[in-house]
T-cell receptor, first 117, second 113 residues
Framework: NAGVTQTPKFQVLKTGQSMTLQCAQD?????MSWYRQDPGMGLRLIHY???????DQGEVPNGYNVSRSTTEDFPLRLLSAAPSQTSVYFC????????????????FGPGTRLTVL | SQQGEEDPQALSIQEGENATMNCSYK?????LQWYRQNSGRGLVHLIL?????REKHSGRLRVTLDTSKKSSSLLITASRAADTASYFC?????????????FGAGTILRVKS
């Protein structure tokens, strides 16, 4: 299994440009999520999805869109990039624990380092 | 705001010593998880403790959970230089459309050889 994969690894954008960060997982996990990590801030949840067609906002959703048309893919779209979106972006996925409401541990992709000029 | 808050922000110890990191959170949880991140890399899961558990062990790791105080601690025994990394707690909470896993700001651990 490749696990969670993210593309690209690095990206430089100009203010106002749009782009899509790709994320895919081959573990058949229902749950996928996007985080951003800034120095000293830990990881902040942007959006998450509990299955195809179902998404919801996290802690910092503004400026980002997501959709989930398949179990495997969960792209993150930046509509109009701003310097404040300069960050490292991590995609993650996890599987529901049997017999309960919660999920098992989360598997992370290697990250996309985004710079907005 | 982030659900989990780690303490201390940074910790420096000698190889062979024990390292203790604490995590406090605000709302009821399904489980609490600890992750490790080496510089510039993705996060790796260490241990998960459910809300009805009080203590859990995995190798040199020991995690405790006190839901009445909304706090958890991670103990690394007999630390090694290779344990140098950032450690994060994350709380799993139920929401309308599924669960959120929210991370704290982390503790930077440096183990000196």
């Amino acid at each position: 299994n490749a696990g969670v994969t993210q593309t690209p690894k690095f990206q430089v954008l100009k203010t106002g440009q749009s782009m899509t960060l790709q994320c895919a997982q081959d573990m058949n996990h229902e749950y996928m999520s996007w985080y951003r990590q800034d120095p000293g801030m830990g990881l902040r949840l942007i959006h998450y999805s509990v299955g195809a067609g179902i998404t919801d906002q996290g802690e910092v959703p503004n400026g980002y869109n997501v959709s989930r048309s398949t179990t495997e893919d969960f792209p993150l779209r930046l509509l109009s990039a701003a310097p404040s979106q300069t960050s490292v972006y991590f995609c993650a996925s996890r599987h529901r624990l049997a017999g309960g409401p919660s999920y098992n541990e989360q598997f992370f992709g290697p990250g996309t380092r985004l710079t907005v000029l | 705001s982030q659900q989990g808050e780690e303490d201390p922000q940074a910790l420096s110890i000698q190889e062979g010593e024990n390292a203790t990191m604490n995590c406090s959170y605000k709302t009821s949880i399904n489980n609490l998880q600890w992750y490790r991140q080496n510089s510039g890399r993705g996060l790796v899961h260490l241990i998960l403790i459910r809300s009805n558990e009080r203590e859990k062990h995995s190798g040199r790791l020991r995690v405790t959970l006190d839901t009445s105080k909304k706090s958890s601690s991670l103990l690394i025994t007999a630390s090694r230089a290779a344990d140098t990394a950032s450690y994060f707690c994350a709380t799993d909470t139920s929401m309308e459309y599924g669960n959120k896993l929210v991370f704290g700001a982390g503790t930077i651990l440096r183990v000196k050889s």
